[in-house]
């Protein structure tokens, strides 16, 4: 892990002082502390197990076995699951089911030894006590889609908010805030909120993936998602948070009420200041949804990218145009439309959108395979329809965002460097449109904490590389360290600019400026108001590189000089 601040060195003795325990270690809680504990938190202790255990002795079961493997790169296992995640890199084949020879082990690894299954506010105070009296690293996980690392740690207690799945609706009236709202709980997923809202006759901000966890990394890291032209980011959308600080307080956070801690919660990071319990969004009267999905083969390379620089200049009129958000992707060998949302209009409105850019294609030795433009009556029936693509969870994600001014004056050298990126490689570069700015969202500059630079960008890009289900970790470990080299040349292209945080590397050098930009020194107040111990530790987390870094065998340890 290349990169990273230089830790203390440390023998078993000086362990103590220097970093936190893991099994093994003279210091880890015996058996009577866990046990308290579990009698603590009413039984919902739960020992951290590897997914594919079953493939390995003296666990090992053939047809358990053949189903993870089947399931491997599958969202919904490791979702369900206390400790597991989806990140291939940070999973670091420690308990990987096409490796299971006489050679090979299965252990935890960078996963959680232990979870709390979350009910309440007592259990995360208890899990947090129990975490700074043992020395233990804490983790907080809802959903596991997070690919920084962010959501586990090796020996640690983690915070399971999963199954905080409350949701309710009310009419919200505060001096900052009029309106329909819905709180829900810190486990909810897009998929589940846009269901109930429904009912209510709403429709809410989630995410573009529907078993995104709003409260966790989403709405810390901003929030983008498919209604974000129609009402900002998830960030912009939040009115309060309910949560419980490192030395155990139980508060609500608003615009009024601890607004410190508010600002940061909006956009600042994830897992880093406190933990989230619930959290209050804007609702929004629900109606008609139109929408598009596309797909071109790249059948002729030459006019392929005529095809591809055609619509990235286009993507500059959809931005003007108001509701409309633009997820598009290409890799070598296709162009998709995800998908394009356009609420509160016609199938019929939205073709003749597109239709100056078909025109300006039509003759192009190009055919799509998939031209799909429809209307649903509601947002949830339009979400539901168009996300039903697959979901891998065997790749590398990094990327940028792209300023108005660069596809407007540059594109020549945004298009070479794209091009670059996926010709001869497994990339894929999604085009995820949504038009941020102030002025169309309503928010006011300072309202929280979000990147200034999603303001100005046209898109997000987010590059993927994928890999085999059988690969092994030093696949992912170079497809990161090619990400960083992509990121860099995307970085030169859009100075003073930066990246959706969720959708990044946990080891990019440029991380400050690129995740938090000119809001970083006031975080880092925040970070050291709330959690001065820094109990709660991230990867590229405001605060990361002050006190603890990710040793080489992956336990936290104290940096040099701290």
Request: hydrophobic residues 40%; glycine residues 10%.
């Amino acid at each position: 892990m290349s990169g990273l601040p230089t830790i203390a060195a440390a023998s078993e003795p000086d362990i103590p002082s220097l970093c936190r325990f893991v099994p093994g270690d003279a210091g880890w809680p015996v058996s009577d502390d866990w046990n308290t504990l579990n009698s603590t938190v009413s039984g919902r202790l739960i020992q951290g197990v590897p997914l594919a255990q079953s493939c390995f002795e003296p666990n090992f079961d053939n047809a358990t076995c053949e189903a993870i493997r089947t399931q491997w790169s599958e969202l919904q296992p490791r979702i369900d699951d206390p400790v597991n995640i989806m990140s291939t890199y940070f999973l670091n084949d420690s308990c990987n089911p096409f490796f299971n020879d006489n050679d090979n082990t299965c252990t935890l690894g960078n996963l959680a030894s232990y979870a709390i299954n979350v009910s309440d506010a007592s259990d995360i105070t208890a899990g947090l006590k129990f975490a700074q009296e043992h020395n233990l690293r804490l983790t907080i996980k809802n959903t596991g889609h997070d690919f920084l690392g962010r959501s586990t740690g090796k020996g640690a207690l983690a915070l399971w908010t999963h199954y905080l799945d409350d949701i309710s609706f009310s009419n919200y009236d505060s001096p900052y805030y009029i309106g329909p709202a819905v709180r829900m709980g810190a486990g909810v997923q897009s998929s589940q909120v846009s269901r109930a809202a429904r009912e209510h006759g709403l429709r809410v901000v989630g995410g573009f993936c529907p078993t995104v966890g709003l409260a966790g990394g989403w709405l810390g890291g901003a929030g983008h998602g498919p209604l974000g032209s129609a009402y900002g980011l998830g960030a912009d959308n939040v009115l309060e948070f309910e949560v419980v600080t490192v030395d155990g307080r139980h508060l609500t956070a608003t615009p009024t009420t601890n607004e410190d801690l508010f600002w940061a919660l909006s956009g600042g990071g994830p897992g880093n200041y406190a933990v989230v319990l619930s959290t209050t969004l804007k609702a929004y009267p629900d109606g008609p949804v139109a929408g598009s999905q596309w797909i071109l083969p790249n059948t002729n390379d030459d006019a392929f990218w005529t095809f591809i620089e055609a619509w990235i200049k286009h993507l500059l009129v959809y931005d003007k145009i108001p509701r409309l958000s633009v997820n598009s992707g290409f890799n070598e060998q296709m162009m998709i439309l995800n998908y394009a949302s356009y609420p509160d209009a016609s199938a019929e409105e939205l073709e003749a959108v597109f239709a100056p850019f078909l025109d300006e294609i039509k003759d192009l030795p190009l055919s799509f395979s998939v031209r799909d433009t429809r209307d649903h009556p509601t947002w949830e029936d339009h979400f539901q329809y168009f996300t039903q693509f697959p979901y891998d969870t065997h790749n590398t994600n990094g990327g940028c965002l792209i300023p108005r001014a660069l596809v407007q004056n540059h594109l020549p050298d945004l298009l070479a460097t794209l091009r670059g990126i996926v010709t001869n490689t497994t990339a894929g570069v999604g085009l995820i449109g949504g038009n941020y700015a102030y002025s169309r969202t309503g928010t006011k500059p300072g309202l929280n904490a979000v990147l200034p630079a999603w303001r100005d960008s046209l898109v997000s890009i987010d590059i993927l590389v994928g890999m085999n289900i059988d690969a092994e970790w030093t696949v992912a470990r170079d497809h990161l360290a090619q990400m960083n080299e992509w990121q860099g040349k995307l970085r030169a292209l859009t100075p003073g600019g930066g990246t959706y945080m969720n959708e990044a590397t946990y080891d990019n050098p440029n991380w400050k400026q690129d995740y938090f930009g000119e809001n970083y020194a006031r975080l880092l107040e925040v970070k050291h108001k709330y959690d001065p111990g820094h109990v709660l530790w991230a990867s590229a987390a405001v605060g990361s590189d002050e006190v603890w870094a990710l040793a080489e065998d992956g336990r936290l340890c104290t940096i040099v000089g701290a």
